[in-house]
Every structure is written in structure tokens, then in C-alpha cells.
């Protein structure tokens, strides 16, 4: 193979790669909690749920289609046995979680509504 026929195969090889791997990486991305919530988990893990969920509240405001601030945000009821509070959100967050393709989130989610629910609905 000349030169001008192995530039081509290796450039048509990056313009299929390409958006292969920045699909990936988006994903990647949505997975993550985002900096205000990834803050709230710091507080709610040393117990300080209020600062946590002024955290999880904020995330939410800011984005109202972030799963993981609602999820969270129930986390943080569930802790303190609020657990119809606790319950709402993580209705909420699984219905984000779906809405976006997030299969482990929308499982994780559930859980959470089953325990409170005593079973599985």
C-alpha cells in the first residue's frame, strides 16, 4: 500500500472512531454526580445532613433532571428514618433515572422504593 492509500485507511479509521469514543465518554460523563452533589455526599457520609442537602437541594435546582440529587436527597430522609419523605424522592429520582437510560441507577432507585414499600410494585 502506498503512502496516500495508508493515510486514508488511517484517517477514515479516526473519523469511525471518533465519535465512538466521545459517545463513550458522554456516558462516561452522565454517570458521574455532578460537583454539588458529590459535595453533598461528603457531608452526608460524616453526617452533617443538613449542609448535605442544602448540596443535594441546590444540584436539583440547578439541574431538576439530575437523578442523583433526588436519589440523594432521599438518602438523606432515609438516614434519618423520614421515610415517606425519603420514599418521594427516590420515586423521583427513579423516573429521572429512566427517563435517561440510566438502568443502575433506575434498579438502585427502586430498591430503595421496595424496602420502604415492603416488596416489590
Do not use: H
Not at 445532613?49 to 439541574?63: I, L, N, P, Q, T
Amino acid at each position: 500500500m502506498n503512502k496516500k492509500g495508508l493515510f486514508i485507511v488511517v484517517l477514515l479509521g479516526f473519523v469511525l472512531c471518533c465519535p465512538a469514543f466521545l459517545t463513550a465518554q458522554e456516558g462516561k460523563k452522565n454517570k458521574e454526580p455532578s460537583q454539588k452533589v458529590q459535595k453533598g455526599i461528603e457531608y452526608l457520609y460524616t453526617g452533617k445532613r443538613d449542609k448535605a442537602r442544602e448540596f443535594f437541594s441546590g444540584a436539583a435546582a440547578s439541574d431538576p433532571g439530575d437523578g442523583d440529587a433526588w436519589f440523594y436527597l432521599g438518602l438523606s430522609y432515609y438516614d434519618e428514618n423520614k421515610l415517606i419523605i425519603a420514599k418521594d424522592y427516590f420515586e423521583k429520582a427513579k423516573e429521572l433515572y429512566r427517563a435517561r437510560g440510566d438502568k443502575e441507577g433506575q434498579s438502585r432507585a427502586q430498591d430503595f422504593v421496595n424496602i420502604l414499600t415492603c416488596g416489590p410494585k
